[in-house]
Every structure is written in structure tokens, then in C-alpha cells.
């Protein structure tokens, strides 16, 4: 089955940069979407097609791909921005989604 | 703004079959290219994608699940269900039920329900 392949854990003192990676096979061709999960709560979208911020996400938080890998990018993190991070996307039959395995964000 | 809100018995016994609705407001289920999805998240664990029906009943399921799940949909209600069979405690997590804004073959998961604890123990 198919799979994306995330760091378990990314740390980063406040007003750093923040890089979560997640790779897949299919990401060339398909979209990377980003959640972020705080404890408790339900995921929230924070990036969707591969760099595009919904509204109400803060700029500071960006996305790119290339390849067979996605980034999401935190500038200047701040440490209410400490939460899990899942990326999201489909294999190459677009029938079969998929989601990281969560990379855990410390700031401190 | 759209609402999704699950409910179902939060115990389940092994062997049996988890049964949960999510009741959705703000909106229609039946309008729009929206696919309607379940997720899971076992404690402490990350998210799974269970599977997704659209309005017009055509589904997709997790391939690891696929032999148990059935998500159907009542555009009557307003709700959509999952069905799960045969669990056991690995079933044990926390069930989100949520709505996929889907175009041009890119779909991402935008509104989510609360979540609903589900433990499965005799």
C-alpha cells in the first residue's frame, strides 16, 4: 500500500525556521496538503495543494514540492505553532488517500 | 459554515459491528463536489484515512479496512455512516468524520467533526 514518509519529530527555538518534509512516490504528480493537530482537537488545514494558505493561515506558514518530496515551512516559528503535522495525498490511482505518519513540532 | 457532528455508542464489543453517523448542518449533503469522509486516530497514534463516499453513492475505502468498512449515505438526513465489522481492540480510536472539497483531481479535507472516542472491550 501506498505511503508517505514523514520525520517523527522537528525542533526549532521561537523566530526560527521550522522544515517538515514527507515524501512519496506519487508526489510528483499529486498534490501535497498539510494539517496541523494540537492536542485535542481536530486537524485544522493550514496549506493545500502543494503551497496555497487558506484563509486565515498565517503567512508564515508555506509549502513547496519537488520531486518526491513536499515541505511545509514555518518562518519564525512561534510556540503556539507547537502542535503534530500530517501531510495528506493520494497514490497514483487517485482512489486510495493516504497520511503521513505525523511529525511532531517543538518550539522552545 | 458547515458542521459535521458524529455520534455513535462509544463501546463496542469485539466481533461486533461499529456502527457511527455524522450529522451534517450549515449546508446540503447532496450539493456540490464534496466528497463525504472517516478518519481515524488511535491515542497517541496518527491519522488513517477509512474511506469516502460521494453524493452519487460511488465510495473509496483504505484497502487495509476494505474488507470491513461500509460507508453509505442518507441525503434524506443530511447524514452519512460508517459501518465497521468484526473489530477488535485495534479498532480502539478516536472516529472523525469530515467533508473533501474535491476539483480537478486534487481533494483535500477542509471542515471536521469533533471526533467520537470509540473503545472497543468486551
Known amino acids: 500500500s501506498y505511503e508517505l514518509t514523514q520525520p517523527p519529530s522537528v525542533s526549532v527555538s521561537p523566530g526560527q525556521t521550522a522544515r517538515i518534509t514527507c515524501s512519496g512516490d506519487a508526489l510528483p504528480k499529486k498534490y501535497a496538503h498539510w494539517y496541523q493537530q494540537k492536542s485535542g482537537q481536530a486537524p485544522l488545514l493550514v496549506i493545500y495543494?502543494?503551497?496555497k494558505r487558506p484563509s486565515g493561515i498565517p503567512e508564515r506558514f508555506s509549502g513547496s514540492s519537488s520531486g518526491t518530496m513536499a515541505t511545509l515551512t514555518i518562518s519564525g516559528g512561534q510556540v503556539e505553532d507547537e502542535a503534530d503535522y500530517y501531510c495528506?495525498?493520494?497514490?497514483?490511482?487517485?482512489?486510495?488517500?493516504?497520511f503521513g505518519g505525523g511529525t511532531k513540532l517543538t518550539v522552545l | 459554515q458547515v458542521q459535521l457532528q458524529e455520534s455513535g455508542p462509544g463501546l463496542v464489543k469485539p466481533s461486533q459491528t461499529l456502527s457511527l453517523t455524522c450529522t451534517v448542518s450549515?449546508?446540503?449533503?447532496?450539493?456540490?463536489?464534496?466528497?463525504w469522509s472517516w478518519i481515524r486516530q488511535p491515542a497517541g497514534k496518527g491519522l488513517e484515512w477509512i474511506g469516502r463516499i460521494y453524493t452519487s453513492g460511488s465510495s473509496n475505502y483504505n484497502p487495509s479496512l476494505k474488507s470491513r468498512v461500509t460507508i453509505s449515505i442518507d441525503t434524506s438526513k443530511n447524514q452519512f455512516s460508517l459501518n465497521l465489522s468484526s473489530v477488535t481492540a485495534a479498532d480502539t480510536a478516536v472516529y472523525y468524520c469530515?467533508?473533501?472539497?474535491?476539483?480537478?483531481?486534487?481533494?483535500?479535507?477542509?471542515?471536521w467533526g469533533r471526533g467520537a472516542l470509540i473503545t472497543v472491550s468486551s
Open positions: 495528506y495525498s493520494t497514490d497514483s490511482s487517485g482512489n486510495h488517500w493516504v
Open positions: 495543494e502543494d503551497s
Open positions: 469530515a467533508r473533501e472539497w474535491c476539483s480537478g483531481g486534487s481533494c483535500y479535507l477542509v471542515y
Open positions: 450549515g449546508g446540503s449533503i447532496s450539493i456540490g463536489s464534496y466528497y
